[in-house]
């Protein structure tokens, strides 16, 4: 700490004599000279501040390193990044799940449903919920309403897994 101190005032000697120049030959201009070396004097405060902070505080590290990747690897598609995005809003509130991730999760129903069973989602409204379950056809039917609360709870993690292993299992 006394370091710091001798730093700071060694610091402040050029700008005191400055301030004692303009005093003795600008006495008109000393007050705007007192406002800059008061602002001098704030910044070197507060440097010896910093200082002192950062001895006193240990640095800290990352509670998980980070994933190092091979040159191999391939970057993160932004599709992925975008569905990532879209279930995390889903899952927050009950507005951004119906026009999000409802989408998202009935394409996805759609698309399962076309190419493995050769059942269109739209066509015959039992066979769809039959197969892709009770929980899943409630949250993809044609009729699906709007919440009714905007603001509410969207899906659990809990709710999230069920559906995609319903989705998983056609």
Do not use: N
């Not at 004097?41 to 640095?59: E, G, K, Q, T």
């Not at 509670?63 to 040159?71: G, I, N």
């Not at 698309?111 to 050769?118: D, T």
């Not at 709870?153 to 998983?168: K, Y």
């Amino acid at each position: 700490m006394t370091r710091d101190l001798r730093g700071a005032v060694r610091a402040l000697v050029g700008p005191t004599l400055a301030l004692a120049v303009v005093g003795a030959f600008a006495p008109g201009s000393l007050e705007p000279a007192v406002r800059v070396y008061a602002l001098v004097v704030c910044a070197v405060a507060l440097r010896v501040a910093l200082r002192a902070l950062r001895r006193s505080f240990p640095p800290t590290h990352a509670l998980r390193r980070p994933a190092t990747r091979d040159s191999g690897d391939q970057p993160r598609p932004s599709s992925l990044a975008r569905i990532e995005h879209e279930t995390a809003l889903g899952m927050a509130g009950a507005f951004d799940l119906h026009f999000h991730l409802v989408p998202r999760i009935r394409a996805i129903a759609a698309g399962l449903l076309a190419s493995r069973r050769r059942v269109s989602i739209d066509d015959a409204p039992e066979t769809p919920g039959e197969i892709l379950g009770p929980e899943v056809w409630a949250l993809v039917r044609p009729d699906g309403a709007l919440p009714e609360d905007r603001l509410a709870r969207g899906l659990s993690t809990a709710e999230l897994r069920r559906i995609v292993e319903s989705l998983e299992r056609i």
